[in-house]
């Protein structure tokens, strides 16, 4: 149900695959968080459309800059193709305080990831990738998580953990040269922190 189109990493043999486990405690626990927050591969209407040689292709032209107008090129285009895939997964808006958490990879002439949370997230990425290519900037990566029942609180432990391992420069919620898999493992720890404290607290409040 949770999309994560490509894994950049150089040294992942399998780039349909999430292979990114550097920077992150040794102690982690990998089998819960893929089984509370897993990254699926990409459906399969959309990987001849998404593949790895396309997705370096959009990166390498939006390091070298596009030319006017942005918005009429295949590379931020390709965002809105990211995001549709990601409605169709999560076609349904959370309300109150539940939400999910999101991070967006950005190409321009330099990279960064966003990490933020919504209760709408194709409509949160239709702002961002309007935003970023207004500069010539194009989303090449996108994952969110399932429904967290306090998901702002979720962001603010993402964020904390992003400036505990980034030592680049960093702007609020973007991330300046974060490698994408890094941020995605951030992202999904903060995320499954959410949905074990839910339990836990479901479980305080049964009747014995």
Not at 78 to 105: F, I, W
């Amino acid at each position: 149900m949770f999309l994560a189109p490509y894994d950049p990493d150089p040294h992942s043999p399998d780039r349909y695959r999430y292979r990114g486990r550097a920077d992150v405690p040794p102690d982690l626990d990998w089998a819960s968080l893929d089984r509370l927050c897993p990254v699926a591969p990409l459906p399969d209407s959309y990987r001849s459309l998404l593949t790895p040689e396309v997705i370096n292709e959009r990166r390498a032209e939006l390091k070298c800059g596009l030319p006017l107008p942005f918005h009429d090129h295949l590379a931020i285009r390709l965002g809105q193709l990211l995001r549709d895939v990601v409605h169709a997964q999560c076609p349904e808006p959370a309300s109150g305080t539940a939400g999910r958490l999101y991070v967006l990879e950005f190409q321009g002439p330099h990279q960064y990831v966003l990490l933020g949370h919504t209760r709408n997230v194709s409509r949160r990425m239709s702002c961002h990738i309007l935003d970023a290519g207004r500069h010539g900037y194009g989303l090449l990566n996108a994952w969110a998580s399932p429904v967290l029942p306090h998901a702002q609180k979720q962001e603010r432990m993402a964020l904390d953990l992003a400036e505990g391992l980034h030592d680049a420069q960093y702007v609020g919620e973007r991330f300046y040269e974060m490698p994408f898999y890094t941020a995605l493992t951030v992202v999904r720890v903060a995320a499954e922190a959410g949905l074990l404290s839910a339990v836990s607290e479901a479980a305080a409040v049964e009747p014995a």
